[in-house]
């Protein structure tokens, strides 16, 4: 009489092996550490292909104007400072500082400017919203989709009849009402994000409107308003359609005076980039000055 084997137990799989099958053997994952490495290969060549005109720039600076012309350009010639010594007037006798201190002057009075109106615009469109804010908003934004030399023309006249030209209040002003939309539709997405259980304490507090935006909207919001303002700021220094036609001899800002070095006879580069790496040191100072509140004022709203 046979006896019979019991037949040994199947292995149970789990609903993920059988959907996935056998695993071969001859495939290795892929490494974290090699894509992460690739990716940093990748960032860093991407910097340099963007830093690489500047650096140029900056080079080139410091060559003669000789040097600063050959095609193709020489690396290795001898460093001078010769573009800078004629950037600040010590052959011609012309000084940069006028209109230095025109572009400061402009830049930082219309960036206060633009601050105090557009924050309570904000404040209007955000924590205390307006009916239909959203056209509110969105006239705002018509304002920048005129091109500027659409209305170069009728400011030029205006200011001709007015006798506003060449006057860096006139300047300011225009400033002003170029970055207003701007400020505006920043700061209203940066207002959004205050706890509106702040504002109902103040209120029970007794605190009036001036005083919220003082004390508790002001220092809650305060890495939007330093973006705000540095955008706005850079802005207004670099503009040079309106400061071109508008102004003259006395209220001539820094990229106009940057133009002058660019004639139809001689050799001009290197003092052209010398001229542009010396006007281009406010903002670069400005720029690191406030990096930790430009980088959270911009990442504002940005989860929620």
């Keep these: ?28 994952r892929m490494d974290p550490t090699r894509n992460n490495t690739a990716a940093g290969i990748a960032a860093w060549l991407l910097a340099l292909l963007f830093a690489a005109p500047v650096l140029w720039m900056i080079l080139t600076s410091f060559h003669s104007e000789t040097d600063a012309a050959t095609n193709p350009p020489s690396i290795a010639a001898n460093l001078t400072l010769d573009a800078y010594r004629e950037f600040f ?9 006028p209109a230095l201190i025109n572009s400061a002057t402009a ?8 601050l105090v109106l557009a924050i309570p615009a ?19 934004l018509s304002t920048k989709m005129m091109p500027v030399v659409a209305a170069i023309l009728p400011l030029y006249l205006f200011a001709r009849t007015v006798g506003a030209l060449d006057n860096i209040w006139f300047l300011i002003l225009m400033y002003t009402s170029m ?16 706890p509106v259980e702040m504002l109902e304490a103040a209120q029970i507090d007794g605190a009036n409107l001036l005083l919220t935006l003082r004390k508790i909207i002001a220092p809650v919001a305060m890495p939007g308003i ?13 503009e040079l359609l309106l400061a071109r036609v508008l102004t003259g001899v006395v209220a001539g800002t820094a990229p106009v005076f940057l133009t002058g070095f660019v004639s139809g006879q001689g050799l001009f580069l ?6 542009a790496v010396v006007i281009s040191l406010p903002v ?7 990096q930790d509140k430009l980088v959270q004022g911009l990442s504002l709203g940005a989860v929620k």
């Design 226 to 238: 330093a973006a705000t303002a540095l955008i706005c700021f850079i802005f207004s220094w670099n």
């Design 284 to 290: 670069l100072f400005a720029g690191f000055a406030a």
């Design 179 to 194: 970055n207003l939309p701007i400020a505006v539709w920043m700061m209203r997405s940066f207002l959004a994000e205050v």
């Design 122 to 140: 904000a404040y209007a469109l955000s924590i205390r919203p307006v009916k239909k804010w959203t056209d509110v908003m969105f006239f705002f």
């Design 1 to 28: 009489m046979s006896t019979l084997t019991p037949a040994a137990p199947r292995k149970a799989t789990s609903p993920a092996a059988r959907a996935t099958g056998p695993v071969r053997s001859g495939k290795s």
């Design 107 to 114: 830049s930082i009075l219309s960036t206060v400017l633009v």
């Design 89 to 97: 007037g010590e052959a011609s006798g012309v000084s940069p500082w």
């Design 270 to 275: 290197a003092k052209v980039c010398a001229a």
